[in-house]
C-alpha cells in the first residue's frame, strides 16, 4: 500500500498496488483506453521517425559507438541524458502537475546488483544485434525485417526473467 498526495481532496488516498515494482504508475484518475492507446501510437510514430532520422537506428552507427569510432551515437545518448535531468529538476523545483492537475512522485532508488548484471546483459545484447528496444521497431517499419528475430529474441529475454526473477538479486 502507498500514500499518495490528492490535491484535490483534503485527506490522503490510499493506493493498492496489485504488484510492487520499482516505477509504480501513481496516477489517480481514470484515462480511456483507446485515447491513451492512440496518444502513445502517435507518439510513438514520432520518435520513430526521429530515430531513422537520426540514424540511432543503423546498425553502422550502432557498431560505431561500440568500437568507439564516432561521437554520433554518445552525443545523442549525452543530449538525452541533459535533457532528462533538466526535465526531473524543473519539474521538482517548480512542483509541475501532470495534465491531470496530479502531483508528480519520484521515488527513491536503491542500488542493487541485478541493475549491473541486467545493464551488462543489455549492452551486449546491444553491441551483438545492433538494436535495443526502442530502435527495434523503427528498424522493422524502416524494412530491416531481419530485425524481427532481435525482436522475438527480446521477448524470449523478458519471458525467461520473468521466470527466473525470484531467484535474481534484487
Known amino acids: 500500500m502507498q500514500l499518495v498526495e490528492n490535491n484535490r481532496k483534503s485527506k490522503p488516498v490510499v493506493v493498492d498496488h496489485p504488484i510492487a515494482c520499482e516505477a509504480q504508475n501513481d496516477q489517480l484518475s481514470d484515462e480511456s483506453l483507446i485515447g491513451s492507446n492512440i496518444k502513445y501510437l502517435l507518439l510513438g ?3 520513430g521517425i526521429v530515430f531513422v532520422k537520426a540514424e540511432i537506428i543503423s546498425w553502422y552507427r550502432i557498431q560505431e559507438m561500440f568500437r568507439f569510432h564516432s561521437f554520433h551515437m ?8 541533459l535533457v532528462g535531468m533538466t526535465s526531473v ?8 502537475k501532470t495534465i ?3 502531483t508528480v512522485v519520484f521515488h527513491d532508488k536503491k542500488f542493487q546488483w541485478g541493475n549491473v548484471i541486467g545493464s551488462t546483459l543489455f549492452g551486449l545484447g546491444w553491441a551483438i544485434t545492433g538494436a535495443c528496444p526502442g530502435p527495434i521497431f523503427a528498424q522493422i517499419g524502416s524494412g530491416f525485417t531481419v530485425v ?3 525482436l522475438l529474441s527480446a521477448i524470449a529475454g523478458t519471458w525467461v526473467y520473468g521466470l527466473v526473477r525470484e531467484k535474481l538479486p534484487h
Do not use: D, P, R
Open 100 to 102: 491531470q492537475g496530479e
Open 74 to 81: 554518445y552525443g545523442v545518448i549525452g543530449t538525452a541524458v
Open 89 to 96: 529538476w524543473i519539474i521538482k523545483k517548480f512542483k509541475i
Open 45 to 47: 510514430i514520432l520518435f
Open 148 to 150: 524481427s528475430i532481435t
